[in-house]
Every structure is written in structure tokens, then in C-alpha cells.
């Protein structure tokens, strides 16, 4: 019996020591205010519900593909013209890609206009700041402090997006997720 507590008390110890310490740390929660250091750009032009030009650099110009800014956490419906754009780009674009906008991309797409086009807004970077088509990838806040919800949570609260997470980055996933089953439980209102 004492040989089991004992090792019930090591046990223990071990688990508080690794709670304790400096390595282990609990995800963030996109509700609670935190403090780390965003960058400000200022929002030149939106393209669609998950993609937006701003000018990281203060020089008043957009010069490369970091200065699109791609909403992390995230997938907005589709533009007609993203297939488009993409084209102009250099890169190959299947035929198919030239339907109709997906349902609700227009939607997305207003509600990211209204609240980016010609503003400043702040950045905060997860672990991979880059994605494969040199985008920059970040969760977007109106305020310098970052304490009102980001626009990635907005957007997916309001059913305008779904959600997505790519290793390594998987901040502020579970809020996320959990604010998407929340919105599908909402009625569609039919205007």
C-alpha cells in the first residue's frame, strides 16, 4: 500500500511539473483578449471572401504576393473571377473553373469589402506566416489590440465561411469550428 502511494504521489508531481512548465502551453481562445504584437497594413482591394490586397510595406503600392493577405482558419465560397485572376497569374486554370460563383460568395465577399476596403487593419501570424502561392496568412482585427473577435471568426459566425486549418497552423481552430456547428444550427432566412 505504501509502495502505491508513493507512486501515486510521483505520479502526480511528474503531471503538475508538466503542467508547470514553460513548454506546455493551452491553445488561445480567440474570445479572450491576448496580448502579442500585430502588424498593421492598410486594405487596398478584396477579391473575395477569404482574400484581400494590403500594404504591408507602408509604400503605398502592392509589390508582392505576401501583400495578399489570406484569411487563416478559414474557406470562403468561391468568385467567378478568383479562376480568373489565377489565370493572370501564370497559373494553369482548368475550363470548369469558369461557372457561376458558389453559393454565398458574393455574400462573403460584401461583408470582407465593407469591413477592410480602404482601412487599416491588424494582423496576427500563426506558426507558418506563408501559404504555397506566397500569400500571407493571418487572422484580421479591425482594433490594434486584437480584443474584438477576429474577421476570420466574424465570417464564419455569420455562415459566410466554413472552416479549414492546414498544419501547422491551428490557432484558434477549436473556436472556430465550434462557432461554424453553431452557425449551421441556425435557421436559413429567406429573404
Not at 3 to 31: D, T, V
Not at 54 to 68: A, F, R, T, V
Not at 80 to 99: I, N, Q
Not at 152 to 158: M, P, T, W
Request: aromatic residues 10%; hydrophobic residues 40%.
Amino acid at each position: 500500500m505504501a509502495k502505491a502511494l508513493i507512486l501515486l504521489s510521483w505520479l502526480l508531481l511528474c503531471w503538475a511539473g508538466f503542467l508547470l512548465s514553460p513548454g506546455f502551453s493551452h491553445p488561445p481562445e480567440e474570445n479572450k483578449t491576448h496580448t502579442v504584437e500585430l502588424s498593421s497594413c492598410l486594405a487596398f482591394q478584396v477579391f473575395d471572401g477569404d482574400t484581400f490586397e494590403c500594404d504591408l510595406n507602408h509604400d503605398g503600392k502592392i509589390q508582392s504576393p505576401e501583400e495578399h493577405i489570406r484569411l487563416l482558419g478559414l474557406n470562403a465560397p468561391e468568385m467567378h473571377f478568383s479562376a480568373k485572376l489565377k489565370r493572370a497569374a501564370g497559373k494553369e486554370v482548368p475550363d470548369w473553373a469558369f461557372t457561376e460563383d458558389e453559393s454565398g460568395a458574393k455574400d462573403a465577399l460584401d461583408f470582407l469589402k465593407s469591413q477592410v476596403l480602404h482601412k487599416t487593419v491588424y494582423l496576427q501570424w500563426d506558426k507558418q506566416r506563408l501559404d504555397r502561392y506566397g500569400r500571407s496568412l493571418a487572422f484580421v482585427y479591425l482594433t490594434p489590440s486584437g480584443e474584438a473577435p477576429s474577421l476570420n471568426l466574424q465570417l464564419v459566425q455569420a455562415g459566410l465561411a466554413r472552416p479549414l486549418f492546414f498544419p501547422p497552423n491551428f490557432l484558434f481552430q477549436d473556436d472556430i469550428e465550434s462557432a461554424y456547428l453553431k452557425a449551421l444550427q441556425r435557421p436559413v432566412s429567406h429573404n
